[in-house]
């Protein structure tokens, strides 16, 4: 759970206790008034309690954003007004409402009864018939202001918005729509394709009516030089009948071009208005993020004994829900950051002549059309870059010797770098330094930028560039064995054909030289761990190559080949794909086709693990090491459940195939640490396995464990040579 | 305190909840029925019960992602939404692939999650007799074992669709650590 949405559930406690109280207190008080028997003094005395227990209950349930709660508070506030200024008179069908009233914000705070109960909506009905039992807003303010001490809250603070203009719709219910709706984006292709092929046979046709121009001179010479001949008399008359067709043929494809032409325009622009409206449907302003974090900034100063002024420029900017979710944990964890590296502590600040307080500031802009721009912002220490030096050397990031010459823009990039912190003592705010490496990474998911720039001693910024809407993006479409996949273009730098004799190897990896800089060379294929294809060629004279950029970094990657660039929707994998190691999501064609996304960042660190290098020199340490991965490969039932039931409770991850080319199969797409495997088996046996296995460069160095009940002396001289490696 | 309304409706709802929970069945005469999808896996039968069951649709084009478990056939576009298709005989620990023709997709879906389910037929709803459903033999029949709600005696496997889809190591979930 992040430490944000914990927050979040520990306020919503706090809430709970609150409202309980409140909650106590205003039915006390209402039971006593009720009973009738409090002298005038005394029902003053409740009234004026009760009206600001329902205010205050009022700001705290805005302050968590329990906006049902903070609605049911307002009607009852504006009764508790009118009891005060004796407009009504607390009566018996009254007090039956708001005792349900009360119950309902138990419910409410407690969580039990949802938002979209219709108790709420009836009971806000009878709040309301209740408040306009007084006299109107109009008559009051006379002598409002003559017998009120406590500040006058304005009872119609909101504007009265009649049930039939707003309509309470599930986010689901939208988001459903709206998808429905992004599915309509293909017709725009679509249309726009019929129109081009509708203008293209008009052009053949009319070529064709040219032709046949071009043979009637050459007929009607015909005609007179044979004149009597009834053959030629007769293919005249069924060439003037076909020149009429072709005539009607030609104006009838002219008519469909223009109509096409027009549709297809009046297509594009009312899916995109529609489009239009169903994103602003789904806008947020950046507000209902920024709510909760005052509190949180106010919290985590005060646990690291800082003083800090948090201001917000612009929250009131609309933004695609998908996107303010997306952004949510960045920014959390930047503005963390800013707190526990950032900010000084208030004495270190006073001796260098600054105020006690650090400023942390959020400023968001529109740029650009559909671009958003956050600046945060801290007047603390800035980011030391000979700490962020030394820590990079430590962590072997950058060697010792580099360190000096290093342009201090360059050590600004290392602090994305992931493990790498420099505040020393690792602390509950900020963790241990990872958040700016993932910080960045989610941010270039959703195709944004982050930016950083500091000045020692006077203070950090991060730049966040967001896009307002995640809907689409530009992609580039490129074929690798036989399969279509999207890049986003903003991550690809470019793609050229490459010459096998550039590839030179360094540090036992294939690398490539463009545009003067070496860049390391992976195959898209093998880092996905796509199957080869029968006839690909292991290496060829000449590759595709896309060169990807992603933070700063690049790196090229062979592919079979581009297919173009256009826009593309992205689409989730669905609840299940939560998260796809080089996959982001899935986008679909015009044809109808999914697509997977390719995730630039997972890609480049596959390739810097070595997933795709052609060298097949896998280093074991650079593997995840949590639980071993064996293959168990057994026909029979019993023996594959019973290894891996001993494997598995032995600690080991365990999977499982019925024969040598099911394992095959499963070895090319997964990465193992041991293969055990049964002699006897259908399909491919044992021993081909494991020739095939020692065949293949990649699994070479797999360790196998052969399984056998043949007590046969030429098996057992059989495994013992095709198994090089014991175990 | 006025609650009464509010306590006749917990009522309701706690007696609604309570219905719900028991194995839905339909009274017809003595016996008690259960109401099931049954399909088919290669030759074998299987059925489950309709709750979680959102549609049942011939196999639409599914696309094969890479980087996942080999359960996983790929992805399909349900009316504009990706929904991940598994590999049931993969899961259940069975031999072979469907994909032969008349293989069918089953859309599981609780709150919390989503997915189809590749069988090889279907052979449609039909309601067992609460009395045929015996419990499961014990380790018969390793990896489905885990899924298993009971079997009849002429063979139809009943699995629990709500445990596949409250089964945590179904999801993927993965990232790439970066070297070092």
Redesign the interface.
């Known amino acids: 759970m992040s430490k944000e949405s914990e927050f979040l559930d520990r306020l919503k406690e706090t809430f709970k206790a609150e409202a309980e109280e409140h909650r106590a207190t205003m039915m006390a008080g209402l039971l006593e008034l009720e009973k009738g028997e409090a002298d005038q003094a005394r029902e003053s005395g409740i009234i004026e309690s009760v009206f600001r227990e329902a205010h205050s209950l009022k700001g705290a349930a805005r302050a968590v954003g329990l906006t049902e709660i903070e609605r049911l508070c307002q009607s009852m506030e504006e009764i508790f007004s009118a009891f005060k200024k004796r407009y009504l008179r607390p009566e018996r069908d009254l007090f039956d409402t708001l005792y349900r009233t009360l119950d309902l914000v138990e419910s409410l705070a407690n969580g039990t009864v949802r938002e979209s109960d219709t108790e709420l909506g009836e009971v806000l009905g009878r709040l309301k018939v209740g408040a306009v039992k007084g006299p109107g807003p109009g008559d009051g303010h006379a002598t409002e202001t003559a017998n009120t001490k406590t500040p006058v809250i304005p009872t119609n603070a909101r504007p009265e918005i009649s049930l039939s203009e707003t309509l309470r719709i599930s986010a689901t219910r939208l988001r459903s729509i709206f998808l429905r709706a992004e599915e309509l984006l293909p017709l725009k292709q679509v249309m726009s394709q019929h129109s081009s092929d509708l203008h293209e046979l008009l052009a053949i046709q009319e070529d064709r009516n040219k032709i046949s121009g071009k043979i009637e001179p050459i007929l009607k010479k015909l005609r007179k030089r044979f004149p009597d001949d009834r053959i030629l008399a007769h293919f005249l008359d069924l060439q003037n009948r076909y020149l009429v067709l072709s005539d009607s043929i030609r104006t009838k494809l002219d008519i469909m071009g223009s109509r096409a032409f027009k549709e297809s325009l009046q297509t594009n622009e009312r899916l995109d208005s529609l489009l239009i409206e169903a994103r602003t449907a789904l806008l947020l302003p950046f507000s209902t993020l920024l709510e909760s974090f005052t509190r949180m900034v106010r919290d985590l100063a005060a646990e690291a004994g800082k003083e800090v002024v948090w201001t917000v420029h612009g929250d009131d900017i609309q933004i695609d829900r998908r996107v303010l979710e997306k952004i949510k944990d960045p920014l959390v964890h930047m503005v963390r950051n800013s707190i526990s590296h950032g900010l000084e502590l208030p004495a270190e600040r006073e001796q260098r002549g600054k105020p006690r307080a650090g400023e942390i500031s959020l400023r968001i802009e529109r740029i650009e059309n559909d671009k958003v721009e956050l600046t945060l912002s801290d007047d603390g220490v800035g980011v030391d870059l000979a700490r962020v030096k030394i820590a990079a050397i430590a962590k072997n990031y950058l060697k010792e010797s580099d360190a000096p010459a290093l342009s201090d823009a360059d050590a600004l990039k290392l602090i994305f770098l992931s493990d790498l912190s420099t505040n020393l003592a690792v602390d509950s705010v900020s963790g241990r330094g990872l958040g700016l490496a993932i910080a960045r990474e989610n941010i270039e998911n959703i195709g944004g930028l982050l930016s950083v720039e500091t000045t020692q001693g006077k203070g950090t910024f991060f730049r966040i560039q967001i896009p307002l809407s995640l809907a689409t993006f530009r992609g580039v479409l490129l074929k690798c064995r036989n399969r279509t996949f999207v890049i986003p273009t903003v991550h690809v730098e470019q793609v050229l054909r490459a010459d096998a004799s550039m590839v030179v190897m360094l540090a036992n990896r294939e690398s490539i030289p463009i545009n003067g800089r070496i860049v390391s060379l992976g195959s898209l294929g093998d880092i996905l761990g796509l199957a080869a294809l029968h006839d690909e060629d292991a290496s060829p004279d000449h590759f595709a190559v896309v060169v990807l950029l992603v933070a700063g970094n690049r790196m090229a990657l062979r592919i079979d080949g581009v297919l173009g660039e256009q826009e593309v929707l992205t689409k989730n994998l669905g609840r299940q794909l939560v998260r796809v190691r080089n996959v982001s999501g899935a986008t679909v064609l015009v044809t109808g086709e999914l697509v997977p996304i390719l995730n630039p960042s997972d890609l480049m660190k596959s390739v810097s693990r070595g997933d795709g290098s052609a060298s097949g020199t896998m280093d074991l340490t650079l593997r995840e090491t949590s639980a071993r991965r064996i293959l168990v490969v057994d026909d029979s039932v019993t023996s594959r459940t019973m290894l891996k039931s001993i494997l598995e409770s032995a600690g080991y991850e365990v999977r499982t195939a019925v024969d040598g080319s099911d394992a095959f199969g499963l070895l090319r797409t997964a990465e193992f640490d041991l293969l055990v495997t049964d002699v006897e088996m259908p399909r491919m046996n044992g021993f081909d396995l494991c020739e095939k296995v020692r065949g293949s460069k990649r699994m070479a160095n797999l360790p196998v464990v052969l399984v056998t009940s043949l007590d046969s002396g030429e098996d057992r001289e059989r495994a013992s040579r095709r198994e090089p490696t014991r175990t | 305190?006025?609650?009464r309304?509010?306590t006749a409706?917990h009522t309701v709802m706690r007696n609604r909840a309570r219905k719900l929970s028991v194995v839905p069945a339909t009274d017809q005469g003595e016996d008690r029925f259960l109401q099931v999808l049954e399909f088919l896996l290669g030759s074998e039968k299987f059925a489950m019960e309709n709750v979680h069951i959102r549609e049942v649709t011939a196999l639409p084009?599914v696309?094969?992602?890479?980087?996942?478990?080999?359960f996983?056939q790929g992805?399909?576009?349900i009316?504009?939404?990706?929904?991940?298709l598994?590999d049931l005989k993969a899961i259940l620990?069975l031999?072979g692939t469907a994909s032969e023709p008349g293989a069918c997709v089953i859309i599981l879906h609780s709150p919390?999650?989503?997915?189809g389910l590749l069988a090889d037929q279907l052979v449609g709803l039909v309601s067992i007799p609460l009395s045929d459903i015996h419990p499961p033999p014990p380790a018969a029949m390793?990896?489905r074992n885990r899924y298993l709600k009971g079997i009849t005696l002429d063979g139809l496997v009943l699995l629990d669709s709500g445990k596949l889809l409250a089964d945590k190591t179904?999801?993927?979930?993965?990232?790439?650590?970066?070297?070092?």
Do not use: H, K, Q, Y
């Open positions: 305190m006025d609650d309304m509010s409706e084009i696309t094969p992602l890479p980087c996942v478990p080999s996983i992805i399909m576009n009316r504009g939404s990706i929904v991940s598994l620990g031999p919390e999650m989503e997915f390793e990896e179904l999801v993927v979930d993965e990232t790439v650590r970066a070297p070092g």
